[in-house]
């Protein structure tokens, strides 16, 4: 009407006039409807994961009004929610419970999950959602996929009673956020369109809860809870976290390790040289304070830790590890303890830097600042790294 026409596309109407590109919004079929679809997104064609990521976090990037919103997503993870919930309640009894029957001691000998535990009604949301099209190397050639990622947040109110002997106790909140990405993987010119669809976290997610009940302010205590923590975190990472990816084949005829098994982006060779100037946490009748020094080092889903060495306060570690590298734009985290028996290890220091950093350093030991709880350096000692 008047020289001007309107579209609905999703949530965004778009107003054309008779001297603009209408013919971009005409109907197209086969090779040509895939070509001139690209050309919508000139911004979004990426060839490779770390492209797509790094143009995720480019925050001045215009993915144009074309880019579904976050609320179909939420509406589709709300019609969804009750079948996650039963998803999880089977993680819950077959992994859960004989991984905190095995970490928490005597006191997990007669611990039970409640069978008809569940997540409540409060579904997770998504926000932050943005689509790109990349390219995946297979020995039989490429194959395109289409990434959306997006910011997971869930704050939960869980029905999930732990029994313990007579006692009982509740999980009263759950929070529950990271960075997630979800691939539709082989694009394929016939339905459904897509060989498979994974789903995966670059980097662990963060995970609180808050007990409630009986035994509330036992499992409260910090030793407590975070055993109960990183036996939840262990589960999410073996299912949810690079290089583990949780993925299921559209199309049967589809090779099943190119859909859900991609050939890694590279190998991290890390090794821990030695530290010194470490805390002493150790509190002796004769002499200065030491610390019996041990390293955690994470990537992804992977976990190593190095022998413990007794009374030392500048340890020479000499331990090399290795990591599957999905995206130059994982995160490695290396933290240092303090043995101790019967209680919880002190923390001695820690740092957190990307397979990015370590891939841009010089050859030679990298001499690397601990932080403290409070992310502040200066006074917990150094690290020296070798990475590759």
Not at 80 to 88: A, F, M, N
Not at 124 to 146: E, S, Y
Request: charged fraction near 25%; proline fraction near 6%.
């Amino acid at each position: 009407v008047g020289g001007r026409c309107q579209y609905q596309v999703g949530p965004h109407r778009v107003d054309l006039h008779e001297d603009e590109e209408t013919e971009r919004y005409q109907p197209l079929v086969g090779q040509d409807a895939a070509y001139k679809r690209e050309s919508l997104f000139p911004q979004a064609t990426c060839p490779n994961l770390d492209t797509a990521v790094q143009e995720f976090n480019d925050e001045s990037m215009d993915y144009g009004d074309f880019v579904p919103g976050v609320d179909l997503v939420n509406e589709m993870l709300a019609l969804l929610w009750p079948s996650i919930s039963e998803l999880t309640n089977e993680i819950l009894m077959k992994n859960v419970e004989p991984t905190l029957k095995r970490t928490m001691g005597m006191l997990g000998k007669n611990l039970h999950i409640k069978p008809d535990s569940n997540l409540g009604i409060n579904p997770a949301t998504v926000r932050d959602v943005k689509f790109l099209k990349t390219r995946q190397i297979t020995d039989q050639g490429d194959m395109a996929n289409i990434i959306i990622r997006c910011d997971v947040l869930w704050t939960g109110d869980p029905s999930i009673v732990i029994n313990l002997s007579a006692a009982h106790v509740g999980i009263k909140s759950i929070t529950l956020t990271g960075d997630m990405i979800v691939e539709c993987v082989g694009m394929m010119p016939k339905p459904p369109m897509f060989q498979g669809v994974r789903a995966f976290f670059l980097n662990p997610p963060h995970l609180d809860l808050e007990f409630q009940g009986t035994m509330a302010k036992v499992l409260s205590r910090q030793s407590m809870k975070h055993q109960v923590l990183n036996a939840l975190r262990e589960q999410i990472s073996k299912m949810f976290v690079v290089p583990n990816r949780f993925g299921v084949r559209l199309d049967s005829s589809a090779d099943f390790f190119r859909v859900l098994r991609p050939i890694p982006a590279g190998i991290l060779k890390l090794t821990l040289v030695r530290a010194d100037g470490l805390i002493g946490k150790d509190r002796h009748l004769f002499g200065r304070a030491t610390s019996d020094p041990y390293v955690v080092v994470r990537c992804g889903a992977d976990v190593y830790q190095t022998p413990t060495f007794p009374r030392s306060l500048e340890p020479e570690f000499n331990f090399e590890v290795c990591f599957l590298i999905a995206s130059e734009h994982q995160r490695v985290n290396i933290n240092l303890y303090d043995h101790d028996i019967g209680s919880l290890d002190d923390f001695l220091g820690g740092y957190d830097l990307s397979v990015l950093e370590c891939k841009e350093w010089s050859e030679g030991p990298h001499i690397q600042e601990l932080r403290d709880e409070n992310g502040e350096s200066g006074k917990n000692g150094r690290l020296w790294l070798l990475a590759k």
